[in-house]
Structure formats: structure tokens, C-alpha cells
């Protein structure tokens, strides 16, 4: 028996069964014993030992507006998979929507039809369709300026539209690249280092029951103002 829970660890235990195949039965007289492996029931656990608390809320009414109200927090707590998934998407829905802004001045200006026309002067050069105002939005939202396409002073619209672009621009830098840079310097990771004992015990310390269990650091490096927090569960009798 010792050799197969060595073999299969704890997560499965040892029942004697009977030759029958009746299932669970007590060993008899003539009857040859059978030993099966059957899986432990797993307890739920009231926090797990990433420090994580199992329990959750429920029948609070307007969750999601609470959530919604202080999004900044709701962002850097969502899983990295999710927090990828609306930089990118965040990103690409405003530069569709700066890049059709573009075109659509070129299109009521009448831009995409003279764009060739030797001595026209259109509100942005070199913009002929929904691609090239594309383009022309990205080198100017990522300073890249390669000086083919650039804006005239004989659209004040374009103007507007551009400094409504720097604006936009700088808040959802700021506001999605904050989001990122703090998730990216909590220490949440740094718990993968750190083990505990399997098992806690309350033993008698000082004449008074504690509870105890050892904990390891795995790194070399020290940790500094480091604060454990126990929580205590007590049934009543």
C-alpha cells in the first residue's frame, strides 16, 4: 500500500474490493481481496494557497455598474488574456475610426477625385482612398512623418480633426499603457516562489493553542515589510 501511494501520490486511496465485483465489501472468508485505486473527494478549500479566497458575492444588485464605475481597477484586475484582448481591440477600433474620419472629409471635399489634379490643393496630400487616409493617420498618431502625406492650411475641418486626434490620442495612451504598466509591476507572481507546509497544525505554544505551519522562500533575494494574514473559521457545536 505505501508503494502505491508513493506511485500515485495522495490524490487517490487505497480500498480493499472483493473478487465478486460487487463492489465495496468487506473481505470474507474464501474470498480473494482486491485492491483498487479510487479517487479522494477534494474538498473545496475556504482560500487557496496562492492566497485567493474562494468565496463569492452574490445577490448584490448593479455588480456590473460598480465594476464599470471604477474601470481603471477593473482592467488592471482582469486576467492578462482579457487585458490583451481590449489593448488591441481598443486600438484598432480608434484608428478605424480616426483613419474613416480622413476619408470622409476627403470624400465631401471632393479630395479622392482631384487628388491627381496638378494644381488643386486637397485638405490632406496624397489621400485618394480609404487605405492612404489610413496610413496618414497612423504616421501622424505614431510620429512617424514621412512627409508624403501631410495636411493643408486650406482645410479647417482637417484641423480640428487633427487637434481632436492628438487629444484622443493622449488619453487612451495614457489611459491603456497605465492600465498595462501596473499590471505588468504587481508583484503576483513572485507567490509562485514561496511554499508551504502541506499540512497546518494547532499545537500548544506558550499555553495557548496556535496555529502553525512553515513557510519557505525559494529566491535569494529578501522580502521587505512581508505580512502574512490567517484566517480562522469556527464551526458552532
Known sequence: ?????RKFG???QVVTTSSS????????PGQGPQQ???PKKKRQRFVDKNGRCNV???NLGSETSRYLSDLFTTLVDLKWRWNLFIFILTYTVAWLFMASMWWVIAYTRGDLNKAHVGNYTPCVANVYNFPSAFLFFIETEATIGYGYRYITDKCPEGIILFLFQSIL???VDAFLIGCMFIKMSQPKKRAETLMFSEHAVIS???????????????RNSHMVSA??????LKGLR
Open 1 to 5: 500500500m505505501s508503494a502505491l501511494r
Open 169 to 171: 490620442g493622449s488619453i
Open 56 to 58: 463569492q458575492h452574490g
Open 204 to 218: 500548544m505554544r506558550d499555553g495557548k493553542l496556535t496555529l502553525m505551519f512553515r513557510v519557505g522562500n525559494l
Open 227 to 232: 505580512q502574512i494574514r490567517c484566517k480562522l
Open 21 to 28: 465485483g460487487s463492489g465495496l465489501q468487506p473481505q470474507g
Open 36 to 38: 483498487q485505486l479510487v
Open 10 to 12: 495522495d490524490d487517490y
